[in-house]
Each structure stands twice: as C-alpha cells, then as structure tokens.
C-alpha cells in the first residue's frame, strides 16, 4: 500500500524535471541555430611584419658629480655713506655777434622761401584760385586828336578876342562803335556862351577812333576839354 502512494507521488515529479530538461534542450537549440546564421568575424591578416633590429646600447657616461656648495656665512652689510652732491659750474651765454645773428636768421628760413613752387597749397587757397574769375579787358577811351582824324580847331570867334574872353570848355560827348559823335552836350562852360557855342560846333563835326575793350569796338561817353587862350591865337 505504502508503496503505490510512493510510485503516484514521484511521477509528476519526474515529468517536471522531464519536460525542464526539454526547454532547456530547446532553448540551446535556439542559440546554436542563430549562431551558425551569423557570419563568422575574420580577424584581419598581417602579411609581414616589419623587422626592427635594436642597436646596442653604447656606453652611458656616469652623470659628473653635483658640486658641493658650502654654505656661506652672510657678512653684515656695510652702510653706504651718502654722496656729496657736486654742483656743476653753470655756463655763461655766449654774447653773439649781430653779424652771426643775422647769418643764423638767414639760413633759418622755412623752406617754402626757398623752393617757392614746393610749397604746399591749402585748400582754401586751391578752392578761391579755381573760383576767381578771369580779369576784364581793359577799356581805352576814343581818341581824337593825332593821326589821321586832322579835327579843325574850335573857331576863335573875332567880338571875343575884341572882348578878351578866354576860358576851357567841358564838353560831354557820346561816341558810337563807328567813331562818330551821336551826343555832344555842354558838361561845364566857360562863362562866356559865345565861347560855349563855338566849341559845340566844332566838336560835333570832328572824327573819333572808338573806344576799345580789348580788341572790340564799343560805344562810350567821356568829357572833351576845349580851350580858349588869347596867348596861343596870338602865337606866330
């Protein structure tokens, strides 16, 4: 009896460790299969390696001996005594000469007066140069006396050299480009009308060279002196 409750009780126990076994057995085969899936892992090859050859050690010279260094006894210092101080002579000037003096003041000029062309030019000055305008021609009054005008003489009139009447008549005349006389009026008589009216006459009937700006003929008005004198008509 004792023995068949011993034989049904160990039999299940057997199938555990059984089928435990059988996992296991499994399981390794799992392994070992994925294992042999995988490619193997080649280690690289070295074809030669190269020889090294390892010279002989030559001979190592023994290190010198470090000096002995004696210690040495520190001397009490001996205190500086403190230096006179020399005072140097001072120098007197030198009287210069006025000649030297001049001399010196002649070579120390800048060296714009020197080299005039070199001197720097400053802006401003560079600027009013460009902006300065070009200069006028000048203007030369007409003319009418010489050449080949041959203008007559004011006619003396006989009742004022029977009165002695002198006096200058300042006559304002206006002469176009052409050198004829457009305007002649009376700017300053000579107190005397006989005198005024006889040097109206003449100067209306003269010739000018026309006043000039440059090389151009131009129009222009200026004052004609006309003179009376008892001294030059009584001249031989």
Request: glycine content about 6%.
């Given at each position: 009896m004792n023995l068949r409750l011993q034989s049904s009780d160990t039999a299940p126990?057997?199938?555990?460790?059984?089928?435990?076994c059988g996992l296991h057995a499994l399981a390794l085969l799992l392994v070992t299969g994925l294992l042999a899936s995988q490619t193997a892992v080649q280690l690289p090859r070295l074809d030669s390696l190269p020889a090294m050859t390892l010279a002989a050690p030559s001979a190592v010279t023994a290190p010198a001996p470090a000096p002995s260094v004696q210690k040495a006894r520190p001397h009490p210092a001996a205190k500086p005594t403190p230096a006179r101080p020399v005072l140097a002579p001072t120098p007197k000037p030198t009287p210069v000469a006025p000649t030297q003096a001049r001399?010196?003041?002649?070579?120390?000029?800048?060296?714009?007066?020197?080299?005039?062309?070199?001197?720097?030019?400053?802006?401003?000055?560079?600027?009013?140069?460009?902006?300065?305008p070009a200069p006028t021609p000048v203007v030369h009054e007409p003319l009418y006396r010489g050449g080949y005008l041959n203008n007559p003489k004011p006619l003396y009139p006989p009742l004022s050299v029977e009165m002695e009447e002198a006096g200058t008549v300042r006559l304002r005349v206006q002469v176009s480009a052409q050198g004829l006389p457009v305007a002649v009026e009376l700017e300053q008589g000579s107190g005397f009308p006989r005198l005024d009216r006889a040097a109206l006459t003449a100067v209306r009937g003269w010739k000018f060279i026309p006043a000039?700006?440059?090389?151009?003929a131009i129009p222009y008005t200026f004052i004609v002196p006309v003179q009376f004198s008892l001294k030059n008509l009584r001249k031989p």
């Amino acid at each position: 009896m004792n023995l068949r409750l011993q034989s049904s009780d160990t039999a299940p126990a057997t199938g555990a460790v059984l089928g435990s076994c059988g996992l296991h057995a499994l399981a390794l085969l799992l392994v070992t299969g994925l294992l042999a899936s995988q490619t193997a892992v080649q280690l690289p090859r070295l074809d030669s390696l190269p020889a090294m050859t390892l010279a002989a050690p030559s001979a190592v010279t023994a290190p010198a001996p470090a000096p002995s260094v004696q210690k040495a006894r520190p001397h009490p210092a001996a205190k500086p005594t403190p230096a006179r101080p020399v005072l140097a002579p001072t120098p007197k000037p030198t009287p210069v000469a006025p000649t030297q003096a001049r001399a010196a003041a002649a070579t120390a000029k800048p060296a714009s007066a020197e080299h005039p062309d070199t001197a720097p030019t400053s802006p401003a000055t560079a600027v009013s140069a460009a902006t300065t305008p070009a200069p006028t021609p000048v203007v030369h009054e007409p003319l009418y006396r010489g050449g080949y005008l041959n203008n007559p003489k004011p006619l003396y009139p006989p009742l004022s050299v029977e009165m002695e009447e002198a006096g200058t008549v300042r006559l304002r005349v206006q002469v176009s480009a052409q050198g004829l006389p457009v305007a002649v009026e009376l700017e300053q008589g000579s107190g005397f009308p006989r005198l005024d009216r006889a040097a109206l006459t003449a100067v209306r009937g003269w010739k000018f060279i026309p006043a000039k700006r440059g090389d151009e003929a131009i129009p222009y008005t200026f004052i004609v002196p006309v003179q009376f004198s008892l001294k030059n008509l009584r001249k031989p």
